[in-house]
Nanobody, 124 residues
Framework: QVQLVESGGGLVQAGGSLRLSCAASGSIFTIDAMGWYRQRPGMQRVLVAAITFGGGTTYYADSVKGRFTISRDGAKNTLYLQINSLTPEDTGVYYC?????????????????WGQGTQVTVSS
């Protein structure tokens, strides 16, 4: 099991910045990659940024490239999302996600873990 706890959301004016954090605990050694999803009101959850644990490869949705930066601190078991130049379209609940694999003698299983989400509201 992996537990994820987000923090850092809040109310910010357009053009401002925020840094979201996601503290991971539990079976961290099973994690393959982590990411941040955004869910706008009335819409589905969408991946905005991700990072692999093996090579540190990053992914960004086109809508956030150049403004969002994902990073991780292995020593602190914490994932970050630096968000700059915020716009009202960035408003939503941001969820931390971890994809993990557990290996068994004759099998392997994939798991998905989610945090509780942190609200980001950008005022115009």
């Amino acid at each position: 099991q992996v537990q994820l706890v987000e923090s850092g959301g809040g109310l910010v004016q357009a053009g401002g910045s925020l840094r979201l954090s996601c503290a991971a605990s539990g079976s961290i050694f099973t994690i393959d990659a982590m990411g941040w999803y955004r869910q706008r009101p009335g819409m589905q959850r969408v991946l905005v940024a991700a990072i692999t644990f093996g090579g540190g490869t990053t992914y960004y949705a086109d809508s956030v490239k150049g403004r969002f930066t994902i990073s991780r601190d292995g020593a602190k078991n914490t994932l970050y999302l630096q968000i700059n130049s915020l716009t009202p379209e960035d408003t939503g609940v941001y969820y931390c996600h971890a994809g993990a694999t557990r290996f068994y003698p004759d099998d392997r299983k994939k798991y998905n873990y989610w945090g509780q989400g942190t609200q980001v509201t950008v005022s115009s």
